[in-house]
Structures are given as structure tokens and as C-alpha cells.
């Protein structure tokens, strides 16, 4: 490159568009001709050096065909020069048709201004680096403000996509998938397989999608390498979406998580942290540890199909486990087999959904899909609107008193943290989590330690109870609080959700 005219008019641009990046290089192949680069936001501009007319040697590429550059050394140690190439794949005119089609286009540049090879190599990769980042903005959308991806989605040309790969936390893909089901066409819309590269502090649904491939639990960038190997072999599978409703906002669609009380807070509170990464979430539940809330407030589910039969054959069981005081189950069979209502303290804590705090009222008819009004997405099926009472088929919990509740649809809730780990992609299941309050601190930590592992149902803690539900409303008593979905703040108040089995597509590998 000849730094002595590495100055041009910031004005030229095959778009308009002024020159961000200018050199001149040699051409790969023949060291005799020489030729200018200029770099726009749009376009890589090449023109050669000869005696022929301008226009017969000028060449504008479009950044929007542009699918990589990359920058390399040769193994001949005597060559100090590096060089760069570009690789594209424009629309050109078949040989002998009237047709066109994407046709591969490489230029490759010779940089040999200076001695000292690393020197050489370090410019091409500058120019490599510049290439790929104003070819990604091209072809890509970019989120630059809060609901940004879901307008974009809402109105997004999804015939040019085979898919939609999001690079970035959890929030991001949440405003994708709420987008995608707010446009008339949602119901196609919604299967269009999605991909996630962890690019957040959270990234609970890239160590979800890692789990799912059986492999060893990986954090930071192997984190990363997993999930780009997965999105490469291309496997793709269903995903479930559970329908958030609110107070007064419309309804929402959630992939990840609802949750209140101290998770949220801790979600939410270590925002001030986020320059720690993902370290922010060990802060924020250390703070939030030292001053530790109740929260009061209502709460009741309807309980996974699969349950409802083991959960009726074992309350008739009930009378005689109690009258008999003796327990014909295993300790084993404590920590997982359904449970239901009785009178005898501490006798199911950790019956997968049952202690002695939940009141089963006797089935009624399920409401009808009409019973909601009509609204984009898929109809519910089990929810009636929020001011109405609920069905007597549902669990009522007793206690009004919370230290948090947390509806898991996938395995984990961070990057460490193996929050359900039963959970399948698409198992059709909401996995929820509520400790009640009466719990020291000391056992709360001992809990999310354990949760690192996926651990925490197996230590036997009688203030946590975990269910397998189809649907669940929570009626917040306490005036002030946070409810999030997927990690992102919604409207505190009454709130319900049920679970749509694998209305969605995940790249899962």
C-alpha cells in the first residue's frame, strides 16, 4: 500500500456515500498491476491502474453481497506482505440465458508498504475487520433501541431469510418472537427456525440449547464456539412459547421465564452491574441477600396434563397415608412423585408440585378458546380473562407470603444457573418454582449454589416447591414489586400465562 496517496475525496462513493477506508495494493497473482480501494458504508470500490478508460476499470462491489474477508500471511517467510480477500456473491447474467444468479466474486489485495510483516499483516486485518462489520450492518438488521427488533419483525421481509440468528441476550430474542406474532401472517411467521449466539450477560437460552445437546456444562466464549457448532450442523426443533397476559397490556409471548419476587429484583437490580457481565447476577443476589423481601400475594396453576391422573389417584390415598401415620413411599420418591392435598406438616414437601400448603378444589368445565377474546397468535385454551374466578380443577396455594416465583420453559435461567433441569425444549411443560417465605438467608444461598448444578430439588429445602403446570395466575398483594418475562420488566399486577407446545422453531443441533 502507498501511503503517499492514501488521502482521497471523501466525497467519491459509488453510492454517494463518502470513503470511510482508502489504500492502494497490488492484485494477488500479478504484482504489476496496481489498483485503489476505497471503502464506503456501502460499497468496496476498485479501480485499476492503467490506460485504458476510467469506466472499463472501475469496479463497484455491494456490500450487501459481500459474505466475508478475511486477512492471512503465506507460508513463504520471505514474503513480508499480507494480504486480504473479499469474497461476494452478486447477481450476474448466466453464459448464453437472459437469466441472472449469485455467482462467486473474490478479490484479493497484496499489502507490502512495510518491512516489518506484522506491520503488513496488522493493515489487512484493519481492512478485513472494516469489510465484515459494514457488510454485516448491510445485510443484517441491527437492534439500536428498545422494541427496535419487534418493529423490524413486525414488518420484515421474511422471504430472504432462511432464518433468523440473534446475536445477543435473552431480550433481544424476546422482542424477535413477540414481532414475528403480532404480524397477520404470525402463524407462518412463527416457523421460521431461529438461532442464538450468546452475545449478553444472561444467556440462559444458549446454555439451554447446549444442555439439550448432552454436552458438558461450557460458560463465556466456549459458550459461544457450542452454539455457533449447533447452528452449523442446522438440526432444527420445536419450541415451546408460553402466552403472558396482563392487567392492561397487550399479551405477550414469553420462551425463557416469568418470574417475581427475588429473582426479578435480582434481574433487574443488577442492571447497574452489567459492566461485570454475567458476574452481575452473583453481585446482585449478594446485595439483595442482605436485605431479603416477602412478597404477598395469590397464587395458583393448573397442573400439567400427565399429572392430573397421578395426582388424583394419590389423593385418594390421602385418608389412609394419614390415619395410618406411616408412609408407604420411598425417600427417593419424595423429591419427584406427584403429590396432592393433606392434612399431615411436612409430609410431601418436594412432591414435584404438592405439599400440605395446596387446596384441590373439584374439576369444572374448561373454558372455551372463545373464553378470551380474539388476539394475534394462537387462541388460549385454559385461561379465562383475569377478573374472572378461576376453574375448580386448578391448585390454589394457601400461603400469601413469597420469597419468589419462577415459571421455567427451558432449562436454564443464566449461563450457571440449571434452574429446571428436567426441561425439554418442547415438552409442553411450564416448570414453576416458589419458595415460600420463612427461609433463612443462608439456606436461600445454599439453594442458588446448588441451582449451579441443577442440584437444588435434591437438598431437600421445605420452603421450595416445584410443579409441572399447563397454566398459572399470580395475583400480587404487596402494593410495590417487579414481575419480569424473558428478563424485561412488564406491568406489575395480575398476571397469567399457559404453556403452547412447540409453537415455534429453535436451531438446536
Not at 499489502?111 to 496488522?122: F, T
Not at 421481509?157 to 440468528?165: I, K, R
Not at 395426582?311 to 390415598?317: A, C, D, P, Q, S
Not at 378461576?390 to 416465583?405: A, G, H, I, N, R
Request: net charge neutral.
Amino acid at each position: 500500500m502507498d501511503e503517499r496517496r492514501a488521502e482521497p475525496d471523501r466525497r467519491i462513493g459509488g453510492s454517494g456515500s463518502p470513503v470511510t477506508l482508502f489504500g492502494e495494493f497490488t492484485i494477488t497473482g500479478n504484482r504489476k498491476v496496481r489498483c485503489s480501494v476505497s471503502l464506503t458504508e456501502r460499497d468496496l470500490l476498485i479501480q485499476r491502474f492503467a490506460s485504458a478508460p476510467v469506466g472499463r476499470n472501475k469496479v463497484v462491489l455491494s456490500l450487501k453481497d459481500c459474505i466475508g474477508c478475511r486477512a492471512y500471511r503465506t507460508d513463504d517467510s520471505a514474503d513480508t506482505a499480507a494480504y486480504f480477500s473479499a469474497y461476494f456473491y452478486p447477481l450476474k447474467r448466466r453464459w448464453m440465458s437472459s437469466g441472472v444468479s449469485r455467482q462467486r466474486v473474490e478479490h484479493c489485495f497484496r499489502l507490502a508498504a512495510l518491512q516489518d510483516p506484522g506491520a503488513n499483516l496488522e493493515e489487512a486485518e484493519k481492512w478485513a475487520r472494516a469489510v465484515r462489520e459494514r457488510s454485516g450492518r448491510q445485510r443484517y438488521p441491527r437492534d439500536e433501541r428498545q422494541n427496535h427488533a419487534r418493529e423490524l419483525m413486525r414488518e420484515a421481509d421474511l422471504s430472504q431469510w432462511d432464518a433468523l440468528v440473534i446475536m445477543s441476550g435473552d431480550g433481544l430474542l424476546y422482542e424477535v418472537i413477540n414481532g414475528l406474532l403480532e404480524r397477520p401472517d404470525w402463524e407462518e411467521a412463527v416457523q421460521i427456525p431461529l438461532g442464538i449466539l450468546p452475545g449478553g450477560s444472561g444467556n440462559a437460552l444458549a446454555a439451554s440449547v447446549h444442555h439439550y445437546s448432552g454436552a458438558s456444562p461450557v460458560y463465556s466464549e466456549e459458550l459461544l464456539v457450542s452454539c455457533g457448532f449447533l447452528l452449523c450442523k442446522g438440526l432444527v426443533s420445536h419450541m415451546d412459547l408460553v402466552s403472558i397476559h396482563l392487567s392492561s397490556s397487550p399479551r405477550l409471548f414469553s420462551f425463557l421465564s416469568l418470574a417475581w419476587g427475588f429473582v426479578a429484583d435480582v434481574d433487574i437490580e443488577s442492571e447497574k452491574y452489567r459492566h461485570a457481565g454475567a458476574a452481575r447476577f452473583t453481585v446482585g443476589t449478594l446485595v439483595r441477600l442482605a436485605s431479603l423481601r416477602i412478597y404477598k400475594g395469590k397464587l395458583a396453576y393448573l397442573p400439567a396434563a400427565a399429572d392430573r391422573n397421578g395426582e388424583e389417584g394419590l389423593r385418594k390415598n390421602m385418608t389412609l397415608h394419614c390415619n395410618n401415620q406411616a408412609s408407604s413411599l420411598s425417600p427417593a420418591s419424595l423429591l419427584c412423585h406427584q403429590g396432592g392435598d393433606t392434612p399431615c406438616e411436612n409430609t410431601l414437601h418436594n412432591y414435584c408440585h404438592s405439599n400440605n400448603s395446596l387446596k384441590v378444589r373439584k374439576a369444572e368445565n374448561t373454558p372455551s378458546r372463545s373464553a378470551i377474546k380474539s388476539l394475534p397468535g394462537p387462541p388460549d385454551s385454559v385461561l379465562l380473562p383475569l377478573d374472572q374466578p378461576l376453574p375448580s380443577s386448578w391448585v390454589v396455594v394457601q400461603e400469601e407470603d413469597f420469597v419468589l416465583v419462577l415459571a421455567m420453559h427451558q432449562s436454564h435461567l443464566a449461563e450457571d444457573l440449571l434452574a429446571a433441569p428436567e426441561a425439554t425444549v418442547d415438552d409442553g411443560i411450564i416448570h414453576l418454582f416458589y419458595v415460600r417465605a420463612g427461609i433463612s438467608r443462608s439456606a436461600l444461598l445454599r439453594l442458588f449454589l446448588a441451582m449451579e448444578k441443577g442440584a437444588h430439588l435434591a437438598t431437600n429445602c421445605q420452603h421450595l416447591v416445584y410443579a409441572k403446570v399447563q397454566a398459572l395466575r399470580l395475583e400480587p398483594y404487596s402494593p410495590k414489586g417487579i414481575i419480569t418475562v424473558d428478563g424485561e420488566v412488564v406491568e406489575y399486577g395480575p398476571v397469567q400465562a399457559e404453556v403452547h407446545r412447540g409453537l415455534s422453531r429453535l436451531i438446536t443441533g
